[in-house]
């Protein structure tokens, strides 16, 4: 199908976006890989689309005070690139390769994978998994919003109508710092039926901090803190148990629920196994 | 106020272009519709095919999931024109020759989307190549074919055997 007739303003400024965003129903438009989708499908008809792709200095990537910050408009592709994503954030360089295929990395981007919170994507269970901060920018000047009190359900965040999201903050990682990923997907690129993101904190021979967070699961990013508990003493099968438990996955197109909560075990373990050092 | 046309400049193929858009246009449909170039197909529209892959600034993207007023300033290159220029010329004889295609609709996207991975140089694995054309649907699919034409190439390019 072909969108709906709408307006279009490209924003020449982080102030000209949040401006123009007062229109009553206007969407940004970022990568555009999933909102432009929904206008050809016209499950979204906005009035207005404000481009942000030509706002100047929202695609850089900086540490700093032992965060790094990724700007909203870094591209899946530039972001596999990094050197500085590699080395301080490395959760988000293994989930990198699994979003979409090449032609949707190289416009998608990080910023706008958070900010539009689908539940089955990647990056919102890493920013979730890595407790990191929102940095938006709105009418009354900017705010700063924990990554677990991030998303509130269903393609809902803290981010309000007029908000832009500019940017996320992560803990850089350091040396105790352990990460896993895994997702299990009917085709390379294609939304997973489940993943796990997860992060840890190497003390001895044991985990510490440990955040798992499935995705493709529920209508957010999906914490288990029972299973988080039960890694952290060291004990998978007892994690493997407490994610049948606790997580009611509904069926959807991907896969039924039985099948996405056999599967979260099979993930489990072998993220487990990437948090315990067993593998690089 | 916020218009829905826009006058917008770009060129494709290395020709200046010079048009007036509604927003709601996606770059495929522009390229078809409004410049005939009909090389690049128009599949799913949302994304997850590849018939429409086109390259924008130098990488490939979906030409469904770009608005042509977003294209304003850039340099859009379509199968016509890579095709024209003899950069992909190897890769077609090796789709024929293989014969990596069968209807030929998804052809332009899987030429376009293997010449990104070829253009990093080395020689991929099969395991790659597949990686990197998972996002480009052939409904014949024929895609042992197109795996084989692919990793021909880069073995050529790069000084070997075939």
Redesign the interface.
Known sequence: ??????????ARSLDHAIE?MG?EDARL?AG??SL??T???RLSRPQ??V?I?RVPGLDRIALSNGQIEIGALVRY?QGERSAEIATHAPLIAKALPFI?????R??GTIGGSIAFGDPAAELPACFVALDGEAVMAGPSGTRVVKADAFYKGLFESALTTRDVLTAIRIPAATGETRTGFAELAR???DYAMVGLAATARAAGKALGDVRLVFFGVGTTPVRVRAAEAALAAGDIDAAVKAVAIDLDPPDDVQARGAVKRQLAGVLLQRVARQLMGEEA | MSERFHDITLTVNGEDVRERVDARKTLVDFLREDLSLTGSHVGCEHGVCGACTVRVDGVVVRGCLMLAVQCDGARVETIEGVSDQGEIADLQTAFETRNALQCGYCTPGMLLTAQELLARGGVPSRDEIRAHISGNYCRCTGYQAIVDAVEAVAQSRAGGRR
């Open positions: 199908m072909k969108p709906a007739p709408f307006a279009y303003e490209r123009l229109v438009l555009g890989q432009i989708a206008l050809n499908m207005l689309i481009d792709n592709a979409g295929h090449p032609a949707i190289n416009r085709r390379h690129g």
